[in-house]
């Protein structure tokens, strides 16, 4: 069973930055199919971005070019750096974890682990 623990969310405002973390436990960054999700009351979970095991990135097209995901295999935690940050990037994100995500176009159903949260909150 992997444990997931988000932090750094925050309120910023608009053009600010936030760094989110995920530790992992139970198993290790380097094996795992990650991702970044957030999602909004009254909306459907968004991917955000994903990382696979091997390092290859995809972003939404809402979030390139602002937002950067990465891990840190000796520590053992996903980042997720977010820049030039926008009032429509307030939501809670999550980071996700699944053995082996086979879509090119990873979902949020794909992933089976989950951490409980952080809220980002970005205001103009």
């Known amino acids: 069973q992997v444990q997931l623990v988000e932090s750094g969310g925050g309120s910023v405002q608009a053009g600010g930055s936030l760094r989110l973390s995920c530790a992992v436990s139970?198993?290790?960054?380097?094996?795992?199919?990650m991702g970044w999700f957030r999602h909004t009351p009254g909306k459907e979970h968004e991917t955000v971005a994903v990382?696979?095991?091997?390092?290859?990135?995809s972003y939404a097209d809402s979030v390139k070019g602002r937002f950067t995901i990465s891990k840190d295999n000796a520590k053992n935690t996903l980042y997720l750096q977010m820049n030039s940050l926008k009032p429509e990037d307030t939501a809670m994100y999550y980071c996700a974890a699944e053995l082996r995500v086979i879509t090119d176009l990873p979902r949020p159903t794909d992933y089976n682990d989950w951490g409980q949260g952080t809220q980002v909150t970005v205001s103009s």
């Open positions: 990382i696979r095991y091997y390092g290859v990135t």
């Open positions: 139970g198993n290790t960054v380097s094996s795992l199919d």
